[in-house]
């Protein structure tokens, strides 16, 4: 089992940037896929961007040139930053990992993860 706690959130205005932060703990020596997901009220959620062990990345197309996800597996730490942050980035935005390999058009599928920390919650005005 992998403890996941995510902070960062906050308040911004449009066109202002926030880094997320999302600290792992546990059982971490097989993670390998590892993701943020957010999910705006009303809505259901959505996978944001996702990275592997071996660095490689994806993200959903309205993220990219925007958002750059990263991880730190020497502080155990996954990072979001977000930057241009528009309204409808307004949103509980939650880290996810999962252990074994995963094939990447499964990295922001939300059924892929099995481990998921309590959200931190971003709000755009």
């Known amino acids: 089992h992998v403890q996941l706690v995510e902070s960062g959130g906050g308040s911004v205005q449009a066109g202002g940037s926030l880094k997320l932060s999302c600290t792992y703990s546990?059982?971490?020596?097989?993670?390998?896929?590892m993701g943020w997901f957010r999910q705006a009220p009303g809505k259901g959620p959505e996978g944001v961007a996702a990275?592997?062990?071996?660095?490689?990345?994806i993200y959903l197309d309205s993220m990219k040139g925007r958002f750059i996800i990263s991880r730190d597996n020497a502080k155990t730490i996954l990072y979001l930053e977000m930057n241009s942050l528009k309204p409808e980035d307004t949103a509980m935005y939650y880290c996810?990992?999962?252990?074994?390999?995963?094939?990447?058009?499964?990295?922001?599928?939300?059924?892929?993860?099995?481990?998921w920390g309590q959200g931190t919650q971003v709000t755009v005005s």
């Open positions: 546990g059982y971490t020596s097989f993670i390998d896929c």
């Open positions: 990275i592997d062990s071996d660095g490689a990345s």
């Open positions: 996810a990992v999962e252990t074994g390999r995963i094939r990447p058009d499964g990295w922001l599928l939300e059924s892929t993860y099995r481990n």
